[in-house]
């Protein structure tokens, strides 16, 4: 047993501390595992000579032995012992006939990681780098509990299942629409759906054939992101919108738009919102985005998002900036036209310049993004969406797109596949949106 002279003796200056603390640590879990293995020893012993064939419940498995089995735990490593069984009829039909049904129970199943550790090991991987995820266990436990290699196995196979529940749970939901509820359900008044897309820097493997936005091979394949929330009111204060506490979840996919259109309708129907009198889609103005609208949402508001319209005037003025002779009062006075929502006004203020004998050159580029305003005259009417108490920013899925995406994968250096990144993404979603315990159940005692 350690003395607090002796910790003291082998601890730095300011380290005694520390010392009592990781002793103590390591004595509570050495204690720990005791108990651990004893339970676990007691149940294994519990389990009953028959057991039923996970392949065929026909089949009469019987039992062989028993077996040990190491398995790595938030307490260390444990040696446990367990019944293992062998299916003859398997074993003739040419598969592995042997198995252990109180793996099952325990949740180590084709793993040597407990629950808990498998848990702790994904969600470290889906918040930073591997490696970085192992030291910050070994730091926490002080144990050395498993390998980079585990910890980046452990969080994709988490991940993997992440997506196979979530997209399982997207098929389950109905979409035909559900009975108008009573008139006094307390229910939230508006509904937002905000798409966007942001790109992940790839391997060169997973961008064959596609072209980047100057014409070269491109470096990155985009990540759609959705966020739905709910609105009840606004702020008494300020008198902007606030978004309903809890209320957001998110959707993220590699998918193309017409895959990632089925996903946030199933997500919209899963929310209940199709029962919310309001639903507004808000977005960028990316084509893509306004067709789901179209298709999937056509009795929602569009709105464009209004920063990223500001963008695009600043964009146009730069452009025009040669032939202006006071570029920022033009600037002003094509803000004051957007926030009005008179996007005509905009392009009769280019028309003046006579673009054609002044400056051709500029035609057409001015022209694609004078079609930017004409093109979106309807989801751009922000003063009556500011009277209604509407958002007109994308804040809240731009922040998911660093979020979910930016602070992990797109770190110095990094590349990835799809198959590598879409399950971190998985994880990443689900613990965004509060929803860890679809793919990890609270243990019941």
Not at 12 to 37: H, P
Not at 130 to 139: D, H, M, N, P, R
Not at 155 to 184: C, F, K, S, W, Y
Request: with cysteine; net charge neutral.
């Amino acid at each position: 047993m350690h003395t607090v002279a002796g910790l003291a003796a082998g601890a730095g200056q300011g380290g005694v501390l520390e010392a009592i603390e990781r002793a103590a640590q390591q004595s509570a879990a050495a204690i720990g595992l005791v108990a651990m293995a004893g339970v676990i020893d007691w149940a294994s012993r519990q389990d009953p000579a028959g057991a039923w064939c996970p392949r065929d419940p026909a089949h009469s498995p019987r039992l062989v032995q028993r077996r040990p089995k190491t398995v790595r735990t938030l307490l260390g490593t444990l040696q446990i012992e367990r019944g293992y069984h062998h299916c003859q009829a398997c074993h003739r039909a040419g598969v592995s006939g042997g198995f252990a049904p109180f793996d099952d129970h325990l949740g180590i199943a084709g793993t040597s990681l407990s629950p808990g550790l498998s848990r702790a090991s994904a969600l470290a991987g889906a918040e930073m780098p591997y490696a970085k995820g192992f030291e910050l266990i070994s730091t926490v436990t002080g144990l050395d509990l498993a390998s980079v290699a585990t910890l980046a196995r452990t969080t994709r196979a988490n991940g993997a299942r992440a997506r196979v529940l979530i997209d399982a749970e997207h098929q389950q939901v109905g979409t035909a629409p559900r009975p108008v509820p009573a008139a006094h359900a307390n229910l939230p008044d508006l509904c937002y759906l905000i798409l966007d897309g942001t790109g992940a820097p790839m391997l060169p493997s997973e961008t064959v054939g596609r072209a980047g936005k100057d014409g070269d091979r491109a470096g990155t394949r985009e990540v759609k992101i959705g966020c739905l929330f709910t609105q009840s009111g606004l702020d008494p204060l300020t008198g902007e919108p606030v978004q309903d506490p809890d209320s957001v979840s998110y959707l993220s996919t590699f998918e193309p738009a017409a895959g990632f259109a089925r996903q946030v309708k199933a997500e919209y129907h899963r929310r209940g919102f199709d029962q919310i009198r309001q639903p507004i889609v808000l977005g960028d103005g990316a084509k893509w985005i306004w067709n789901i609208a179209d298709q999937h949402f056509p009795h929602a508001t569009q709105i464009v998002d209004y920063y990223h319209a500001r963008e695009h005037l600043a964009d146009l003025t730069k452009l025009l900036t040669g032939i202006l002779d006071d570029p920022a009062s033009f600037e002003q006075a094509l803000t004051d036209h957007l926030d009005l929502g008179d996007t005509p006004a905009i392009a009769d203020a280019v028309t003046a310049l006579d673009l054609p004998h002044r400056a051709p050159d500029l035609v057409k580029p001015a022209a694609t993004e004078i079609g930017y305003f004409t093109g979106n005259h309807h989801r751009m009417q922000y003063t009556d969406f500011k009277a209604n108490g509407y958002y007109i920013g994308s804040g809240p899925v731009e922040a998911a797109c660093n979020t979910i995406v930016k602070q992990r994968a797109k770190r110095a250096g990094m590349h990835w596949t799809i198959k590598g990144l879409d399950p971190i993404l998985a994880l990443r979603t689900l613990h965004q949106s509060g929803r860890d315990h679809i793919l990890w159940p609270t243990p019941q005692t």
